[in-house]
Structures are given as structure tokens and as C-alpha cells.
């Protein structure tokens, strides 16, 4: 053995080098390869991503980390985090817990949804005959940022364009967490979802083919299909943690404090420059005494450099009277506004997410005019300042309407709209061949320090009883609650006017 080894080293340098150049090539082989998969390899994260066309914002970019590790962490996160889920020991817990054991799982038990949940089915009427084809969901693709496949329990996602922040992530993590919810329930789905603001299916526009497209807020000129933004996960950007930990801390602060040693005014904290008409008229708004509103500009920058403390949600409860204005569409505010206990004075929205329509004017919310705002808040507080029990009353069942949507609530309600959404689907959904499997560690490990906390903050756990019973379609119902509603504000409306002509 020990001779030809002797030979085969002193003939070494003529074998070595085209070895070694071939070891070579083929190295700059892999890594253009490996640079190409990189470049091409689209995440939750934002990497390799433009901005939508319809609305277009500053991407992030990834400059804070060096070339190398940025490539390492798409390659790992990408292809390397969900490969050791063992399918068959999932699947068989999913089976195992969606085979009714026991009375806590008999049907009986399940307590009815909220009444609002009747609202997915008037979301996905428009599709009630006609059903869900693969030509409606490849053409809504067209106005989508990502598309999500559940397949056996596990989700898929084709991304096309980035989403402002940490949206994206947020929004499929939820939905990962709607996975670890109700293991083995959820059906296999196919849609498209934009997370951008502005609801952009118009039904005079598309009234000859509606497109199912997710978003978190529709109008009711719209097709657009309203699904939990999120926020409900965490906004780590301006510090707002998860719903499971935000509602408790806002509830109990409030709380500390009686209706009469809170300020006999309105209040409103936001950012006015938001190409919003409501919120700039709200400025003019801005007397204590004239109007009894106080009307605050939040400044983000100068909030993140004193640690958020000033712009707490649970700090901004110390009114009578708290405002909700539309932004440039919904705004996420809505559910800290209400649910700080104080009569919440929403002034009339054009844009509704899909807990706004279960809120009821006189009942948990005051409805302000957006034509005569000044005037339309100030009788509100005045109103309110002469009837402080009826005022608290109504403060108060605002929020406990945001205690019963707490995240069981926001999972069912994902849980209904999707399984209602995936009976009208025509065809078998099945991954696309560019989208790449997501699981709760490829999400893990694209966050950054604080995302990374509020991620594992709203971890969900398998629920221990069945989801609320859905109630069946209904049109009449939801026609009669719109009317009512409809004419309680007009109501109030009368009542200004009287106010008015009485002075
Ligand atoms: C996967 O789970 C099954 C069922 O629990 C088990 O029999 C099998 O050994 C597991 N495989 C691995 C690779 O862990
Ligand atoms: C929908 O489209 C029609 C026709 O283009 C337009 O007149 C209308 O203003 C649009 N509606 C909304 C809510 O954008
Ligand atoms: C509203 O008035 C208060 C008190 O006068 C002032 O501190 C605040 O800056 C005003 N808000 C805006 C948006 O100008």
C-alpha cells in the first residue's frame, strides 16, 4: 500500500492541477448558483421584495448586515427551518384532536359566535353561486402581495411583493398560530391576500367578475374581504405588543381610575398627515373649552426616543371621552379606543375591518358627523357631562365587547371566514411549485430581538374546546341590523339639530 502511495505523490502536481481547477469551477459554480437562489428567494422579512405598484413606500433595506450573513440567513430560514417537523407524528396529534372525545368536544357544548360573525357570510355572498375557480383566484393575484396555501395543515406562501413593515410577518404568523389553534381543523384553502391599506376590489369595477382578495378592511363598495390585521400579533415598530397582553393592561389602567376623575373631554392622539380629511378637520377641533376636545399630534420619532412611554395605549385613557378618526383607511386604533371604558365618539366610517360592524351606536359607541365635526363632538360631551351614568354605561360595554373579542374570539372568527371561504372553492387547492413552505421557525428566525419577543408573546396553544357554532346565512338579519343601526344614528342626528334650534 505503501508504494504506490509514494508514486502517486511524486506525480501529484500534474493530477493535482486540473483537480484542483475543476475543484475550483465547481466551487464558483455552486456559489454563483447559491448567489442566484439568494437573489431570487423572496421572505416574510422583506428580502428581494418591491413595494407593491398601488401603493408604494420605502423598503426596508438590509445594509445593517454583511452580504455573507444575509445570504446565510435566507438560505437557512428559506430552506433549512421546517424540514424536521416530523409530518407523521403532526398529522396523527391532528387526527387525534379533531376526532370528538369526550362531552367538552360534543357540538352541543360549542357556544353560538357573536352575532357580527354573520358578516362573513355577506363577505362571501358575492361568490355564493358561482363559487371559487382557480381563474378567479389566479386574476386576483393581480392586486395581491402574497398568496397563502394551507395543504394538510401546513402553509404555503408565494410572495409577490413586500408589505410595509413587519406586516407580512406578522399577518402569517397569525396564521400559523390559527394552525396551532385548531390542529387538524382547518381546510385546505388557496387565497390572495394585499396588505396594503385601501380596500382595491370596486364592485362597480368588477361587477362582472368579483375577485376574493383578503385584506384587513373592506368599504361596502367593495369586494375586498376583511380579515384580522396585524396588529392583533404585535406591532413592534411602535411598540404596540399583542392583543393578549394590550387589551388586559389597557382594561385594568382604566379601570384604576372612577369616571368622575377622568377628564370631562374628548381626546384624540394620532397622525393627522395622513392625506385623511377627517383628521385634519379634526384639528380645527382643538379647544378645551370651545369644543371640549383636545386634539394631540403623535410624533413617533420623539415617542421611540423617550421608550414609548408617553403614547402607552393604557396612558390614554384618562378621558371621558375618547375620538376614533379614519386614517388613509381603517385605522388599528379603533380597538384601543374602545376599549379603554371611555364613551368612544367614532366619527362616521367609510372603511370597516371585521370587528368594527359588530360595534352598535348608543349601545358601545357614540356616532359623531363628520360633516359638522366640532360641533357633532361637542354636543357628544356635553351630552355625556349631563348624563355621566348613561355615558359610563355605554363606555363600559365598548369594552367589554373588545374583552369578548379577545384572541379566541379573533381565532374563530379566522377559523369561520376560512372554512366558509374554502366550501365555495371549486377545485383542490394545491401549493404552487414557487411557493415555499413557512412554519413557526422559519418565522423565528427572519425576526429581529423584538419581534422575535412579541412573536413568541402571542403563541397560541390548542384550544380545549370547539370553536363557537356559526350561525347559517342570514340576509335578513344583517339588512334589519344595518337599518337599525342606520336609524339610531339618525337619531342622534335629530338630537343635534333640536340642540341647535333650542339655543
Ligand atoms: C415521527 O412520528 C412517528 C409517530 O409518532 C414516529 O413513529 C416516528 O419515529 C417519528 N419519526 C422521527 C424521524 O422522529
Ligand atoms: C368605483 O369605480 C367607479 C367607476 O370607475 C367609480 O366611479 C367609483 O368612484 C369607484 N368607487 C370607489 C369606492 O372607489
Ligand atoms: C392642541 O392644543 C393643545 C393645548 O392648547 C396644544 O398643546 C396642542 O399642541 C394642540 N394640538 C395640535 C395638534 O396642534
Known amino acids: 500500500m505503501g508504494v504506490p502511495l509514494r508514486v502517486s505523490a511524486a506525480r501529484s502536481p500534474s493530477y493535482f492541477l486540473p483537480f484542483l481547477l475543476g475543484l475550483l469551477s465547481l466551487t464558483a459554480f455552486f456559489l454563483y448558483q447559491l448567489d442566484s437562489l439568494v437573489s431570487r428567494t423572496k421572505t416574510v422579512a422583506g428580502h428581494n421584495l418591491d413595494p407593491t405598484p398601488w401603493h408604494i413606500f420605502p423598503t426596508r433595506n438590509f445594509d445593517e448586515e454583511t452580504r455573507q450573513a444575509r445570504a446565510y440567513k435566507i438560505i437557512q430560514c428559506s430552506y433549512f ?14 387526527a387525534a384532536s ?69 406586516r407580512m410577518m406578522f399577518t402569517i404568523w397569525g396564521l400559523l398560530q390559527l394552525l396551532e389553534r385548531y390542529p387538524g381543523m382547518v381546510p385546505d384553502v388557496d387565497l390572495m391576500f394585499d396588505c396594503m391599506d385601501k380596500p382595491n376590489i370596486n364592485k362597480t369595477e368588477h361587477s362582472s367578475m368579483p375577485l376574493p382578495l383578503f385584506r384587513y378592511c373592506t368599504t361596502q363598495n367593495h ?61 380645527q377641533c382643538n379647544h378645551s373649552r370651545k369644543w371640549g376636545a383636545q386634539i394631540m ?11 414609548f412611554e408617553t403614547s402607552k395605549l393604557s396612558n390614554q385613557c384618562k378621558y371621558r371621552y375618547k375620538i376614533y378618526a379614519e386614517g388613509f383607511a381603517w385605522s388599528v386604533s379603533l380597538k384601543y379606543i374602545v ?3 371611555s364613551l368612544a365618539l367614532i366619527i362616521s366610517p367609510e372603511y370597516e375591518d371585521f370587528f368594527s360592524r359588530g360595534l ?67 377545485f383542490k387547492p394545491v401549493p404552487p411549485s414557487s411557493a415555499l413552505k ?20 402571542s403563541t397560541a396553544f390548542p384550544s380545549p374546546r370547539p370553536p363557537c357554532t356559526l350561525q347559517p346565512a342570514n340576509r335578513n338579519l344583517i339588512k334589519s341590523w344595518l337599518e337599525q343601526k342606520q336609524r339610531v344614528i339618525e337619531d342622534v342626528r335629530e338630537m343635534e339639530k333640536q340642540k341647535v334650534l333650542n339655543r
Open 81 to 94: 427551518s421546517c424540514r424536521y417537523t416530523n409530518t407523521t407524528a403532526a398529522a396523527a396529534a391532528a
Open 98 to 166: 379533531a376526532t370528538p372525545t369526550g362531552p367538552r368536544h360534543s357540538k352541543s357544548s360549542a357556544q353560538e359566535c357573536p352575532e357580527f360573525f354573520s358578516f362573513i357570510h355577506r363577505d362571501l355572498e358575492p361568490w355564493s353561486r358561482t363559487g371559487i375557480t382557480k381563474k378567479h383566484i389566479m386574476e386576483s393575484q393581480n392586486f395581491a402581495a402574497f398568496r397563502v396555501v394551507i395543504f394538510g395543515g401546513r402553509l404555503h406562501l408565494d410572495i409577490y411583493y413586500a408589505c410595509v413593515q413587519s
Open 223 to 283: 369586494f375586498d374581504i376583511p380579515f384580522p390585521d396585524w396588529s392583533f400579533w404585535g406591532w413592534p415598530e411602535i411598540n404596540i405588543r399583542p392583543w393578549n397582553v394590550e387589551f388586559p393592561d389597557i382594561k385594568q389602567v382604566s379601570q384604576s381610575q372612577r369616571w368622575s376623575r377622568k377628564w370631562p373631554r374628548a381626546y384624540w392622539k394620532g397622525n393627522p398627515d395622513v392625506f385623511s380629511p377627517v383628521r385634519t378637520g379634526l384639528l
Open 297 to 307: 399630534r403623535q410624533d413617533w420619532d420623539e415617542a421611540a426616543r423617550g421608550g
Open 339 to 341: 376599549s379603554c371604558g
Open 360 to 426: 352598535f351606536p348608543k349601545k358601545n359607541y357614540w356616532p359623531i358627523s363628520s360633516v359638522k365635526l366640532c360641533q357633532s363632538i361637542k354636543f357628544a360631551v356635553d351630552w355625556g357631562n349631563a348624563n355621566p351614568s348613561e355615558a359610563q354605561a355605554i363606555g363600559k360595554n365598548g369594552q367589554d365587547f373588545m374583552e369578548i373579542l379577545s384572541m379566541d374570539g379573533v381565532y374563530e372568527y379566522m377559523f369561520h371566514l376560512i372554512t366558509e371561504y374554502s366550501k365555495l372553492q371549486d
Open 438 to 457: 413557512v412554519c413557526r421557525d422559519s418565522v423565528l428566525c427572519f425576526a429581529d430581538e423584538k419581534q422575535k419577543q412579541y412573536l413568541e408573546m
